[in-house]
Structure formats: structure tokens, C-alpha cells
């Protein structure tokens, strides 16, 4: 019964497509799509080792709303997933989404945070399958963290990097892997927080959602980007409960 529990959280579906890779640019300035622009930066962090940083700048309706930078270690076939900022609120949804071509439509398209990964792999010379080892770093992804808290609550007896694979931090890593001909074959997480004083009761959502330093003000140095609504997924998680935010994990890929 736990394991079909469980599984009711996996409600996503990837399929590698060769193509989709494929027909991402290489080019450091282009657009991707009607009133997308993305400015990348290639900088040879150490030359003697491989060691690269590649920066790319997205822009909407000539308006940057992110910026993305990611490290690349040529020795060991290391791709870091270091920082990502992306401001889609006034973006509409449909249009975040970026169609695929080769020469024909192979697909409705892939968000742009996938497309951005991608191109940023295609400019580092990165081949399909070729990576060995991948990584995020200091996660504080909201919606990740919360869901993970309430995994680990609920399911103390289950591995932290198997309860992590639940979360949209990992579905977020893993298709830009999948899409780039990579599988993942493992997870370490490391650098897990201690634990944190005080409750979180479901009468402290409003003051939540109305209030983006509540949790500043409890210790807890993470941002909160929910509603109402969505908190209300996770009632009954406490301060005192395992709640993760600047942790590192590592995909071992193959």
C-alpha cells in the first residue's frame, strides 16, 4: 500500500527524443521563438583542466527575465547546475513553452528553462550521452523543499535521495538529462540542514502568503513563493520537522 502511495506522486512520463537535442542551437545569440532572445557567455574558468563557465541571459519581449550559469568540467564529464533565475509572471504560459523543429515539427516544444540547459550543453561541446556526472547546487526551491519536508514526514523510513526523486527539482533535472541522452542511474545528496526551532500550523498560512519573511523571522533563510492554496498541500509540517533547503545533489548519470 506504501509503495502505491508512493507511486500516485510519479504522475510524469519521459521519453528521450533524439531530435529535440538535436535541433537546439549552438548559436550563443539567437531566438529560440517569436519574442525570445537568449545571449550566452563562454568563459574558460581553467584551461589547463577543462574547467568552463557558461552564462546565459533570456530575454522576453526584449526584457531579460533570467539568467542561468552553469560549470562544466571537461575532465570529468561534470555538469553543474549552478544558478537559475527566471521571471515567468508576466510571461504567458503557452509562450514559455518553445517549439521543437528539424526540419519538421517533432514536438509541442519544451519549457525554455529545459531549452536554455539544453543550449547551454550544445555551446559547451557537450554530446548525447557523454556526461557522467551531474549536479545542483544550494537548493531553495520552494515548492521542492516543502514537498520534500512532507515526503520525509510522512515516509521517515525511506531514503532521502529516493524521496527526492518525487520532487519537481528532480523531474526538472531529469528531463533536461533524458533530452540531452543521459539516464539517471543514482542520487547522493549531501550537506543536509539541521533542523529548525519552532511550529508551522496551518493557521500560520495567511500570515505565509501574505509574507514573505515569515520564515526569516522563525530562522528558516528560505524564500516562499506559494498561495494560499498550495501551502495548504503540506498541513502539519513543522519548524522542528526536517525541512531541507540549501543542500547539494548529485546525479550519477549513464
Do not use: C
Request: proline fraction near 5%; charged fraction near 25%.
Amino acid at each position: 500500500e506504501e509503495v502505491k502511495e508512493l507511486s500516485k506522486l510519479l504522475k510524469w512520463n519521459r521519453v528521450y527524443k533524439p531530435d529535440v537535442y538535436q535541433s537546439v542551437s549552438k548559436l550563443k545569440k539567437h531566438s529560440p521563438a517569436k519574442d525570445w532572445k537568449i545571449n550566452t557567455n563562454l568563459n574558460v574558468a581553467d584551461p589547463k583542466y577543462g574547467k568552463y563557465e557558461i552564462e546565459t541571459y533570456i530575454y522576453f519581449k526584449n526584457k531579460q527575465v533570467g539568467r542561468f550559469i552553469r560549470q562544466y568540467d571537461a575532465n570529468t564529464n561534470h555538469f553543474k547546475m549552478d544558478i537559475a533565475e527566471l521571471e515567468l509572471k508576466k510571461v504567458p504560459k503557452t509562450t514559455s513553452i518553445i517549439p521543437v523543429t528539424n526540419g519538421k515539427l517533432i514536438s509541442k516544444g519544451i519549457p525554455i528553462v529545459t531549452y536554455v540547459n539544453l543550449h547551454q550543453m550544445k555551446v559547451l561541446g557537450i554530446k548525447p550521452g557523454s556526461l557522467k556526472i551531474g549536479s545542483m547546487g544550494s537548493i531553495t526551491n520552494t515548492p521542492s523543499n516543502l514537498q520534500l519536508a512532507w515526503l520525509i514526514k510522512k515516509y521517515p523510513q525511506k531514503k532521502v535521495e529516493d524521496l527526492f526523486k518525487l520532487t519537481p527539482s528532480y523531474r526538472y533535472a531529469e528531463t533536461v538529462y533524458l533530452q540531452s541522452g543521459h539516464q539517471i542511474d543514482d542520487v547522493i545528496i549531501v550537506n543536509l540542514p539541521v533542523q529548525h526551532k519552532g511550529k508551522l500550523s496551518v493557521d500560520d498560512i495567511h500570515e505565509i502568503a501574505s509574507n514573505k519573511d515569515f520564515f526569516d523571522k522563525k530562522g528558516m533563510k528560505i524564500e516562499l513563493q506559494y498561495s494560499t492554496n498550495e501551502l495548504v498541500k503540506y498541513p502539519g509540517l513543522s519548524i522542528n520537522d526536517f525541512l531541507p533547503t540549501n543542500y547539494n545533489v548529485y546525479f550519477i548519470l549513464k
